[in-house]
């Protein structure tokens, strides 16, 4: 398996009862072997209401990441609540829908998908709320003290975004937090 987003979390960082003041996005790598993220795209599609809001980022350095490596984004909030938010790669400009968001990693070589992309299509796809892009069924928004977190340690991804993630308290992990590779009993 190739990197993928892990946790879309909390979708409401920063709101009342947040545990964090940021949204935050994992991309973990669920692969047994390391990956360089040179030419990577991840491309963020969010709604609060009815505004929508889009962002895609490159990585056009190299920047190894070991098998269960985690790496953080971390987002706009929806207010100031909640605890700082870590993260090596702050993304300023949006925040991650409360209503519904659709996340995309694309590999090098594969070109901006235009509408909604087959999981086969993408390194992995993550839609949640309302959206109309997802792998399967999307998984639902979570409460402003949850997130959504894939199960299994970030190590199952059937392509059905609802029954592959669940909605825990959020644990926000970097690319220097303790490892989590797949097949290690996570």
Do not use: M
């Amino acid at each position: 398996p190739a990197p993928q987003p892990c946790a879309a979390a909390p979708a409401r960082g920063g709101e009342a009862g947040a545990t964090y003041q940021n949204d935050f996005i994992e991309v973990f790598n669920a692969s047994s072997s390391s990956v360089d993220i040179n030419g990577w795209t991840l491309i963020v599609d969010t709604f609060e209401g009815s505004t929508n809001q889009k962002i895609g980022a490159t990585f056009n350095t190299s920047f190894v990441i070991a098998p269960g490596t985690h790496l953080l984004f971390r987002f706009n909030g929806n207010g100031g609540n909640g605890q700082p938010t870590p993260g090596e790669f702050p993304i300023t400009n949006i925040g991650l829908g409360s209503t519904s968001g659709t996340l995309t990693l694309l590999a090098p070589g594969q070109g901006v998908p235009s509408g909604c992309p087959s999981a086969t299509a993408v390194a992995d796809l993550v839609g949640y709320g309302a959206t109309t892009c997802s792998e399967g069924t999307p998984a639902p928004v979570p409460p402003s003290n949850k997130s959504l977190t894939r199960i299994n340690g970030g190590c199952t991804d059937t392509n059905n975004n609802f029954n592959d993630f669940a909605q825990v308290d959020p644990n926000p992990r970097t690319f220097t937090s303790p490892l989590t590779p797949c097949g290690a009993g996570v």
